[in-house]
């Protein structure tokens, strides 16, 4: 059986229109309702049966599912500008980071309470490329929330692996076990979606990824 993952990816402004006069709180609370809804409406798309958040529970840590469905795996993620979201019905513990590339970050400080040593060393190697420096962070934040720990983990403690200049790769720690990864360059933005690498008679299998941007 091919393994597929679907990601789908939209501008937030076309998905969300609050009124300009809203407050910072209530701005929060209904963008937050907006992707929820939006979430619910791509998932029932491809489930062909309405999905309402009454149908999802959540883990022990947080993450969501549907309760119902346990054959469907999603995750999603949003950025200032992006939404993405990833979801399969053949691959196991799918995660997915999205991150605007024009975001203030103070990289150095990030790095040093994030980064693995072996990222930071790579990193310095690569004269610190903010590009490469949100392949990692998203994968990081990937790989976490595929495994469903999340922050339970300290993020310097996982070493992504992240190539210099290959997109893709795979990870290991003895608390998540094994995960693989690809990254997505999309021009203003990086995205990463991973997944629970698991072992067949040809080895580890690479699913299919198939990216629809809105």
């Given at each position: ?74 995750n999603h993620s949003h950025s200032h500008k992006h939404y ?21 970050v103070r990289f150095e400080a990030l790095a040093q309470h ?101």
């Amino acid at each position: 059986m091919t393994k597929l993952i679907h990601i789908d990816v939209s501008r937030l402004e076309q998905m969300i229109h609050l009124p300009a006069d809203l407050d910072r709180k209530a701005k929060i609370q209904q963008q937050k309702q907006a992707i929820y809804q939006f979430r619910n409406q791509l998932l029932s798309q491809h489930m062909q049966r309405e999905i309402q958040n009454t149908d999802l529970s959540k883990t022990e840590y947080g993450k969501p599912y549907l309760e119902q469905f346990p054959q469907v795996t999603f995750n999603h993620s949003h950025s200032h500008k992006h939404y993405a979201l990833a979801y399969s019905d053949t691959v196991k513990q799918v995660g997915i980071d999205i991150e605007d590339l024009d975001r203030k970050v103070r990289f150095e400080a990030l790095a040093q309470h994030a980064f693995h040593p072996d990222e930071l060393r790579h990193w310095a190697e690569m004269e610190y490329s903010e590009e490469f420096w949100f392949r990692v962070w998203t994968t990081k934040e990937a790989v976490l929330k595929a495994s469903g720990l999340g922050i339970r983990l300290s993020l310097n403690e996982l070493n992504t692996r992240v190539h210099p200049i290959q997109h893709g790769g795979m990870c290991q720690h003895e608390m998540l076990g094994s995960f693989a990864y690809q990254n997505y360059h999309l021009g203003q933005t990086m995205l990463t979606v991973a997944w629970q690498a698991e072992l067949s008679c040809r080895g580890f299998q690479w699913p299919q990824i198939q990216l629809i941007q809105h």
